[in-house]
């Protein structure tokens, strides 16, 4: 019972804006949109949360949608380093439980 | 401020062998988290343990035991490691959720992996 969908794949040319989408209809008013990569081999890395506004940091900017069932990730000038796997992950602030479903291989391109 | 660290890197067990991983971290987290993630997939939940003493089960518990005798420690034991269990472990931990003024929610600092392969 997936709680988010992304594409499995994505190529990003280096320095473009990568955009990766999630889909999250079933999302619940109390549960945050969070995202994670992992770039090969390593553990799991925390870029950015979100409830409904839109939110920057600086790795990454996140855009939800007004109704919240959906999500863009936005790296703003892709490097090559950015090449990874990027999980988009909904949860209560309060959950112990992240659930990490196939996530989207990103592959920046020189 | 080594993070979250792992020990060991690499093992080869036989089928039938036990073993215990060791997950530490210096960050006075009170969360820990035991994950697995088999090739070409997500991270799935073990054990976690919400503080000193305590333990629960996540999502794929059999075949494992956990302990958390200290707040820095968190242990993952296979008692009799099986071809199934091959895989690499991860163990995360993060700090209490706070209130609205705090911190990022439920941010999980995850250590380097142990490659586990049972014969």
Same mark, same amino acid.
């Given at each position: 019972?997936?709680k988010t969908?992304?594409p499995?794949?994505?190529?990003c040319?280096?320095?473009?804006a990568?955009?990766?989408p ?15 990569r992992?770039i ?5 890395q ?5 409830l409904?506004?839109?939110e ?6 996140l855009?939800?949608?007004?109704d919240?069932?959906s999500s ?8 090559l380093?950015?090449?990874?796997v ?18 989207t291989q990103?592959t920046?391109?020189? | 401020?080594?993070?979250v ?9 036989k089928t ?18 035991w ?6 997939m997500?991270?799935r ?9 305590t ?5 794929v @518990?059999? $075949? ?7 707040? !820095?420690? %968190?242990l993952? #034991?296979?008692?009799s ?11 995360a931990s993060?700090?209490? @959720?706070? $209130?609205?003024?705090?911190?990022p929610?439920?941010? !999980?600092? %995850?250590?380097? #992996?142990?490659?586990?392969t049972?014969?």
């Amino acid at each position: 019972d997936a709680k988010t969908t992304q594409p499995p794949s994505m190529d990003c040319a280096e320095g473009r804006a990568a955009n990766l989408p999630c889909n999250h209809s079933t999302i619940s008013g109390n549960e945050y949109v969070y995202w994670y990569r992992q770039i090969h081999s390593q553990g799991p890395q925390y870029i950015i949360h979100g409830l409904k506004n839109n939110e920057t940091n600086e790795m990454a900017s996140l855009i939800i949608t007004e109704d919240r069932k959906s999500s863009t990730l936005i790296l703003p000038h892709a490097t090559l380093r950015d090449t990874a796997v990027y999980y988009c992950i909904v949860s209560t602030r309060s959950a112990r439980q992240l659930t990490f479903g196939s996530g989207t291989q990103l592959t920046v391109l020189p | 401020n080594a993070g979250v660290t792992q020990t060991p890197k690499f093992r080869v067990l036989k089928t039938g062998q036990s073993m215990t991983l060791l997950c530490a971290q210096d960050m006075n987290h009170e969360y820990m988290y035991w994950y697995r993630q088999d090739p070409g997939m997500g991270l799935r939940l073990i054990h976690y343990s919400v503080g000193e003493g305590t333990t629960a089960k996540g999502e794929v @518990p059999d $075949g494992y035991n956990v302990s958390r005798l200290k707040k !820095q420690n %968190f242990l993952l #034991g296979l008692e009799s490691a099986a071809p199934s269990q091959t895989s690499v472990y991860f163990c995360a931990s993060s700090s209490a @959720p706070r $209130g609205v003024a705090g911190g990022p929610y439920n941010e !999980q600092f %995850f250590g380097p #992996g142990t490659r586990l392969t049972v014969l």
